[in-house]
Each structure stands twice: as C-alpha cells, then as structure tokens.
C-alpha cells in the first residue's frame, strides 16, 4: 500500500551529515525520542487549553509535524547508524509514538464538525496499529510499517488539518468525514501488518 513512510530512505538520506555531526556532540537516541515527545505533549496541551479560542495556533501542528518526522528519523539513524541500539530504546520508540499521537490528535475533538467519538476512535485504532507493527518481531517477523494511513499519513492528515484550521479559523462540516475514513483505512493498515507479519515468516 502507497504511504507517505515510502519516501523515508531519501528523507534520512538528507538527515545524515546532521545526525552525524550530533553523534559526536554526544546526543544519544533515547534523549531525542524524550524529547519529541516532551514537544508533543506540550504541544498538545496548549491546543486543547488555547487551540479552540486561538484558531491561528493550529499554525503550529504542520511545522511541528514535519520536524517530528525529522527527530524519529534522526533518532532511529543514531541508534542504528551508531552503535545506541538497546531495549530501552526499544520500549521508548514505540510508546513515546503512542502518547505523542494521542496528545496531539486530542485537541481536534474540541474542533467542529469533529467530536469525542471521531477522535477518540482514531486515537485508539492508531494505537493499534502501531502496536499491531510492533508485535513483529515478538512472533519473528519484522517490524511493520504497512500502510495506508501510517504514523506519517496520519501526521500529514492532521497537519493539512491544522494548517486549514489556522489560516481560515473554522473547518467546513463536510470535513467530517476524514476521519471516518481514515479510520476506515487504518483498520487496512493493521490487516496489511498481519499478513505482512506473517507472510515474512520462515516457511516450515
């Protein structure tokens, strides 16, 4: 399935002088994981606290979205490109992914026309997803990425969303229906990372 986590291998062909240069500064994986997700959570509570009655914050998100992708990318490169593999990281990658999409999804239930159900049903079925990736290699396969709708779609989703809402105050009520339908592809998603799963496993 075509996901915007296609273009990664280009993305952090662009990041490699950079986190080549933070490696020797002594920057370690697990410190930018905590970071970006310290960000995230802060962003997110100012959202929900300010984002329904100062539309133009929604600003933030799309900036913040691509410079998160940056750090993921950066922090696996660290970790894998130099030596700073370990379980923690491990446990820090995927649960720091989790909370930082809840807290930053969460504001948009206060938006128009969205609501508690339409996010709420978002934030569980993209914690379900990644988990669903994450269970690879607990059964010996890889770790999944299938999309459609992975953790980039979804924060290219979002951003666009931020970005609508911050330059023109309001969303339309037609818009509504992205997120049924994205969570209608995220539920693909995580059938694809099954079969994906197990269709990498050794064949007896």
Known sequence: MISIYQLKPRFQALLRPMVAALAGAGVTANAVTVLTMLVSLGLGALLWLEGAS??????????????RMAFNAVDGMLAREFGQQSALGAYLNELTDVFSDAALYLPFALVAPFGWGSVGALIFLSAVSEM???????????RQYDGPMGKSDRAFLFGALGLWLGLAGALPDWIFWALPLAAVAILLNIVNRIRSGLAALPRP
Not at 132 to 142: R, W
């Open 54 to 67: 100062r539309p133009a914050l929604f600003l933030l998100l799309p900036l913040w979205m691509f410079l």
């Open 132 to 142: 669903t990736g994450a269970l690879g290699p607990m059964v010996g396969a890889p």
